[in-house]
């Protein structure tokens, strides 16, 4: 324990001591939010860099579109239960379709709203990376799915846009975000705990705003 002696003989604890337990508290506890979020962070935050770099470029990259269509015809007993449902608005198909749809097709449909109208029932089935539809005449029964892929660098952009991708990434977009948000604050408060032996700190920081905020007031209009 580090001891002090005043000019008369008393002793006592040296008066910077609290302050510096207080520092060190803190630092701990913000290496360690550090580290925890950027652990979190890693494997979304290298998808993310990347698809940044292929959406940049995706006119360059992105294939065309390879198409698959599929003609059928429903059996005689599922169309009849077609024809009681009502004809119009959006509504999902019902079950026994949906379950015929997924031995024929191997169709993951859900409960998808599709458009009805009188004669038709068409259901778009957007996905990433690639597009598909799904329509079926109600006199006849006929049935015609098509379906387009656009390649894996389409689907990790469309990951990276939340295009037509449910709400379980939606929300996986969101959480990702807000342990980004954690990575970049304790950061930046790490920053301000060490900048008073690391001079060169906030003028690297100054340079990673001015760069682009200059690029976006210069060539970008």
Known sequence: MNIMVDPIGRTGRQPGRPRRRM???WLKQLHQWHWMSSAVCLVAMLLFTVT???LNHAGEIERKP???TVEDRLPQGLLAGLGDLPQGGRHPLPATLRDWLSDRLGLRLGESPADWSPGTVYLALPRPGGDAWLEVELATGALLYESSDRGWIAYLND???GRDTGAAWRWFIDIFAAACLVFCLTGLVLLHLHAGNRPATWPIVGLGLAIPLGLAL????
Do not use: P, Q, Y
Request: proline share 0%; glycine share 6%.
């Open 66 to 68: 390879t198409v698959s």
């Open 52 to 54: 940044g770099i292929t």
């Open 218 to 221: 210069l060539f970008i209009h």
């Open 23 to 25: 520092r060190a508290f």
């Open 159 to 161: 990951l990276h846009k």
